[in-house]
């Protein structure tokens, strides 16, 4: 087995959640969402789980002394340390980043690749558009969107600087985009360290 240590990023409405599936059925690592383990936490009714909750429906981040802290641990379990993991929602920030590196590092570890799915804005305005969802209208989405935008670009020149970014057109059918995903990650993983 491979173990492979990998970031997904993407816009709502990129495809990320289709095709996190999918790396993680091929590649068998384990998929962490941050945003799923606090939504989780959130109906547990855990002291995390209603302090993030707050910070969430507010829209801000939650600190990152307490992701880096969830994150950690979830990392060091076996499962991730044999299987490796596909991490979703995390690093959020630099200084994640620079955690996240640090962690796996103690696992004499380190990240494969940052794959950032890339679809147009018009497009995946109108992919929102057309789920129709109650929380999709026109002002929440170009809100999301804006803050994604804010939030992410520091991360994505943090991969880029260090080598690790790779950007996969997220436009086509849900089998063209895997097999462009696959193509960079296993190039990736042949040229391991
Ligand atoms: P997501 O499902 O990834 O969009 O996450 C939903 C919400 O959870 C975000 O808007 C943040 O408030 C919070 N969250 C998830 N992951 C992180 C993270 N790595 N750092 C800070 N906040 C996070």
Not at 161 to 172: F, I, K, N
């Amino acid at each position: 087995m491979v173990a492979l240590r990998m970031v997904i990023l993407g816009r709502q409405g990129s495809g990320k959640g289709t095709q996190s599936a999918r790396i993680v059925d091929h590649y068998g690592c384990v998929h962490v969402s941050t945003g799923d383990m606090l939504r989780a936490a959130r109906e547990e009714g855990t002291e995390l789980g209603r302090t993030a909750g707050e910070i969430m429906d507010r829209g801000d981040l939650v600190p990152d002394d307490v992701m880096i802290g969830i994150v950690g641990e979830r990392l060091a379990k076996p499962d991730i340390v044999e299987n490796g993991v596909l991490l979703d929602g995390f690093p959020r920030t630099t200084e994640q980043a620079d955690a996240l590196e640090d962690l796996l590092e103690e696992q004499d570890a380190r990240l494969d690749v940052a794959v950032n799915l890339d679809v147009p804005l018009a497009e995946v305005r109108q992919r929102m558009l057309d789920r129709g969802r109650e929380d999709d209208t026109p002002e929440a989405i170009e809100r999301r969107l804006s803050l994604y935008e804010q939030q992410t670009e520091p991360l994505i020149d943090w991969f880029e600087g260090h080598g690790l970014l790779e950007v996969v057109d997220g436009v086509g059918t849900e089998d063209e985009v895997f097999a462009r995903m696959q193509l960079v990650v296993d190039d990736r993983l042949a040229a391991r360290y």
